[in-house]
């Protein structure tokens, strides 16, 4: 367990797809014996669905406003590690209300990476062609850069940030963030 002063209650975990903020979050909050909470799973458990069907019924739009309501919601009172989804952080406003209610972080991953590992993950709509079958390797990795690139400026927001360049095991990640977040919040 690591002992960390001045701790805030919540430490929103931000980045891409397929970063590892699940995995991440899991250890980090064991290591800092706080609860866990997996933003997609708060929204499937609201709406009584999978996020697949939620994007199915009511599109990309009516899964944002979902994701928005849960985040809110999550920021007003919980404490402990939250994984965002990829999307999370949709505009300005949303990453300013986490910053001030929370440590924002950012697991930077690169795009090859991120392709490896979610690609046939069927669980994921954002890979599916318009017949819910997946999508060409080519295609997924243009639409996954442009999605990406149109992201970066959000996530880049975060007070700490780490790399994962997919070659690091989850554990090592997690002390280098430890470490990140107790110089942070000592200096701060």
Same mark, same amino acid.
């Given at each position: 367990?690591?002992? %960390?002063?001045?701790?805030?209650?919540?430490?929103? /975990?931000? $980045?891409?797809? $397929?970063?590892?903020?699940?995995?991440? $979050?899991? *250890? /980090? &909050?064991?290591?800092?014996?706080?609860?866990? *909470?997996?933003?997609?799973?708060?929204?499937?458990?609201? &709406?009584?669905?999978?996020?697949?069907?939620?994007f199915e019924q009511s599109g990309e739009a009516g899964f944002r406003t979902a994701e928005r309501r849960a985040l809110l919601e999550v920021a007003r009172g919980y404490k402990g590690v939250v994984a965002l989804g990829g999307g999370s952080l949709q505009n300005q406003h949303m990453v300013d209300h986490l910053k001030l209610n929370g440590l924002l972080v950012f697991i930077e991953t690169p795009i090859s990476v991120i392709l490896d590992r979610i690609s046939g993950d069927e669980n994921r709509p954002l890979l599916l062609n318009e017949e819910g079958n997946p999508k060409s390797r080519e295609r997924l990795q243009n639409e996954l850069q442009?999605?990406?690139?149109?992201?970066?400026s959000l996530y880049k927001? &975060? @007070?700490?940030? %780490?790399?994962?360049?997919? =070659?690091?095991?989850?554990?090592?990640? @997690?002390?280098? *963030?430890?470490?990140? %977040?107790?110089? =942070? @919040?000592?200096?701060y």
């Open positions: 367990m690591w002992m %960390i002063s001045n701790l805030p209650d919540i430490i929103f /975990l931000s $980045g891409f797809m $397929g970063t590892g903020k699940s995995t991440i $979050g899991r *250890l /980090l &909050a064991e290591r800092l014996e706080r609860n866990f *909470l997996d933003l997609d799973d708060k929204i499937e458990e609201e &709406a009584g669905c999978t996020i697949s069907d939620i442009k999605l990406y690139n149109e992201r970066l927001q &975060a @007070v700490i940030k %780490i790399s994962n360049d997919g =070659h690091k095991k989850p554990d090592q990640l @997690v002390q280098t *963030l430890l470490k990140k %977040i107790k110089n =942070h @919040v000592e200096y």
